[in-house]
Each structure stands twice: as C-alpha cells, then as structure tokens.
C-alpha cells in the first residue's frame, strides 16, 4: 500500500518506467526523496520525451490505486527541454493528494479538466503569483500549502482561491506578501476558514483583505503595529495570532465578534489596556507574555485584571516580566507592588499639603 524511494538518481526515461510500473501496482501512498533526473543528450529533446510522457498521459488519467504522491527534494540535471510538458503531467493526475517540495518549480499548470487534487502541498518552490489564475477546475480542493515560495501580492492570493469551491485551509507563510489597502478589494474562497499568513511583508492593511468567514487566523511575524478598527468584520474569527509584531497594545474586539483565543507575544507592548476582556467578552485565553512591560502605575489596572480574569492569561506569571525602569528588570508582574499613595495623584498633593 505505502511505498517509499530514498535517494533516486536515474535518467529521466527510467524513472518515468519505475512511475508507471507503480502506477499499475497496488501501491496507494508513494513517496520519492531526494530525486535526481538526469537524460543523455539524445533525450534532451521535446520529441525525444513526448512519447514517454504522453504514455504517462494516458496512464495518469485512468482510475487506479494510488492515492498520494510525493516528491521531495527533487533536482532536475535534464536541460533544454519544455517544462510545460512535465507541470502537465503532474497537473492531470488523477490522485487525491500531490506533494511537490523543495524542488525548484517556478511554476504549475491549471488543469484541464475538473481534478480530483484535494490536497495540493508546493511549500519551498519558486512559485509566484500567477500560480493558478483563472482557474477553475480545482472545486474539489480542500488544502492548500504554498510556504516558502515567491508570492507577493496578497489581493492576488485571493483571486487564486475565488473559485476553488471547497478550499478550507490555506498556508502562505514565508513568503513575500504585501498589502497597500488604497481600497483594493479582494475575494477569497466563502470556504476557507483556516488561514496562514504568517513570516511575509503585511502591515495594519491586511486587515481590508482577510476571508470573510476565516475563523484561524495566524499574522504571526509580519509588521503590524495597530489593528484598524472598523475596517474588517470578522464575525466567524476564533483564533488570532498577532505573535512577532510591532503591537503597542492589545486590539479590541469590535470586528471580532467572536474571538475565543488572542495570541499578542512578543510585540512592543510597555502598558497593555486593562479593560481587554470588557471589550472582548468571548475572549478565553489571552497569550501577552514576552513583550517589554513598563512597570509603573498604570501597569498596575493590567495587573489586576489578570486576578480577575479566572486564569485568561495564559503563560502567567513566568512570561509577563518588567523591562522598564532598568532597576525592576526581571522582576514578575505578580511581585511589582507600588503604595496607593504612590499611584494616586490626587491623594499625594493632599498628603504633601497637610505634611507642610
């Protein structure tokens, strides 16, 4: 049922042969790593490989065993010959899961017909944004991984997905994405709901292109420093992270309606708003740790809404440590202390009056 290739270096010709040898086995599940092509110059042609391939044409497009391929650290030492004739092959195979990784590829074809992919993973490639544009014969599609490659529009991103009818989750983390809003639209698939944009070039206009009904949400190490408010409305979002930004404080919830899990480590938070989980009332975990906390008086609204909130902090008290003033760093939120006196202005002057 499950076969695996460790380390194959052949001419391209007999790997082709070894492919639809398996294609005819019962083997469901084949995967090849480090896969090296190579052909003697007599093959280096496009009418020396198009009787081989349109063999594999016809092979792929019949309903057999295999249900999943994947190649894997993939290099190509056959030169000079048209790549659009290989992408096809791949594009029409009659499979549900295809995995082509680390191997270079700058592009893929849309398919002809309707595929049966539903899993489709091209994560550390050379893809770019042209990747399936006007395309719709990827209806059945379900999962999409695209990390590590070259996309840097994200309005395009979205066109890609407009007509892929069961799309539900998405990965374009470690790219090159941006987004300048200038009232742009974009149009996602209504299905997706799982979305990764984390590790790319996106700053606050992300939000004026996000999936209407996205309910995960990663924006993890981009450059957001504020959350626009009444820019998107969000109302199926559960799960947001805003990890590795440049955050001055926490977001509300006005077009969250329905955020569950917040995720705001490792930002430039000094004094977070202590009022949060008034504004954010679903809000069941709040992960705030690791940011430069200034501990002063205002901190101290913050620090007691962590008493209040029934354990919504997550990762407390080991990771929310003061940074600010210098002669309290390293010290635990839950050990800065300050006198009422010393916080409340008002009650100072009088003090300071009846003493004189």
Same mark, same amino acid.
């Given at each position: &049922?499950?076969?695996?290739?460790?380390?194959?270096?052949?001419?391209?010709?007999?790997?082709?042969?070894?492919?639809?040898?398996?294609?005819?086995?019962?083997?469901?599940?084949?995967?090849?790593?480090?896969?090296?092509?190579?052909?003697?110059?007599?093959?280096?042609?496009?009418?020396?490989?198009?009787?081989?391939? !349109?063999?594999?044409?016809?092979?792929?497009?019949?309903?057999?065993?295999? &249900?999943?391929?994947?190649?894997?650290? %993939?290099?190509?030492?056959?030169?000079?010959?048209?790549?659009?004739?290989?992408?096809?092959?791949?594009?029409?195979?009659?499979?549900?899961?295809?995995? *082509?990784?680390?191997?270079?590829?700058?592009?893929?074809?849309?398919?002809?017909?309707?595929?049966?992919?539903?899993?489709? @993973?091209?994560?550390? $490639?050379?893809?770019?944004?042209?990747?399936?544009?006007?395309?719709?014969?990827?209806?059945?599609?379900?999962?999409? *991984?695209?990390?590590? $490659?070259?996309?840097?529009?994200?309005?395009?991103?979205?066109?890609?997905?407009?007509?892929?009818?069961?799309?539900?989750?998405?990965? #374009?983390?470690? @790219?090159?994405?941006?987004?300048?809003?200038?009232?742009?639209?974009?149009?996602?698939?209504? !299905?997706?709901?799982?979305?990764?944009?984390?590790?790319?070039?996106?700053?606050?206009?992300?939000?004026?292109?996000?999936?209407?009904?996205?309910?995960?949400?990663?924006?993890?190490? $981009?450059? *957001?420093? @504020? +959350?626009?408010?009444?820019?998107?409305?969000? &109302?199926?979002?559960?799960?947001? $992270?805003?990890?590795? @930004?440049?955050?001055?404080?926490?977001?509300?919830?006005?077009?969250?309606?329905?955020?569950?899990?917040?995720?705001?480590? #490792?930002?430039?938070?000094?004094?977070?708003?202590?009022?949060?989980?008034?504004?954010?009332?679903?809000?069941?975990?709040?992960?705030?740790?690791?940011?430069?906390?200034?501990?002063?008086?205002?901190?101290?609204?913050?620090?007691?809404?962590?008493?209040?909130?029934?354990? &919504?902090?997550?990762?407390?008290?080991?990771?929310? %440590?003061?940074?600010?003033?210098?002669?309290?760093?390293?010290?635990?939120?839950?050990?800065?202390?300050?006198?009422?006196?010393?916080?409340?202005?008002?009650?100072?002057? +009088?003090?300071?009056?009846?003493?004189?």
């Amino acid at each position: &049922k499950t076969l695996t290739l460790e380390a194959v270096d052949l001419q391209w010709a007999i790997i082709l042969q070894i492919f639809m040898l398996i294609w005819y086995s019962p083997v469901e599940h084949l995967t090849v790593r480090n896969l090296t092509f190579r052909g003697p110059l007599e093959e280096l042609t496009e009418y020396a490989f198009q009787p081989l391939l !349109s063999s594999v044409e016809q092979l792929i497009s019949l309903d057999g065993s295999m &249900k999943a391929l994947t190649l894997e650290h %993939v290099r190509n030492k056959v030169y000079y010959f048209n790549q659009e004739i290989l992408y096809r092959q791949f594009s029409e195979m009659n499979i549900a899961n295809l995995t *082509i990784a680390d191997a270079y590829m700058p592009h893929m074809l849309c398919p002809n017909r309707t595929s049966s992919f539903q899993y489709l @993973n091209f994560s550390h $490639n050379a893809l770019t944004d042209e990747l399936f544009q006007n395309c719709g014969t990827l209806a059945d599609l379900k999962l999409l *991984i695209l990390q590590k $490659n070259k996309f840097e529009s994200l309005r395009k991103v979205s066109f890609m997905t407009s007509r892929m009818k069961s799309l539900t989750y998405l990965d #374009m983390s470690n @790219n090159l994405l941006r987004h300048d809003g200038a009232g742009v639209q974009c149009q996602w698939a209504e !299905s997706l709901a799982e979305l990764d944009l984390s590790s790319n070039q996106l700053a606050g206009a992300v939000f004026e292109c996000l999936p209407a009904n996205v309910q995960k949400l990663s924006l993890r190490n $981009n450059q *957001i420093s @504020n +959350v626009p408010s009444g820019v998107a409305e969000l &109302k199926s979002l559960e799960e947001l $992270n805003l990890a590795s @930004n440049r955050l001055a404080d926490l977001p509300g919830c006005s077009g969250f309606t329905s955020l569950q899990f917040l995720n705001v480590e #490792m930002n430039s938070i000094l004094t977070p708003s202590a009022d949060f989980f008034q504004s954010c009332p679903r809000v069941r975990e709040l992960q705030a740790g690791h940011n430069p906390f200034q501990c002063s008086c205002e901190l101290q609204a913050f620090i007691r809404l962590e008493r209040r909130s029934g354990g &919504k902090l997550f990762g407390w008290p080991a990771a929310y %440590v003061c940074e600010y003033p210098e002669g309290l760093r390293g010290t635990e939120l839950k050990d800065f202390h300050l006198s009422p006196l010393a916080c409340n202005t008002t009650l100072l002057l +009088v003090t300071a009056l009846l003493l004189t």
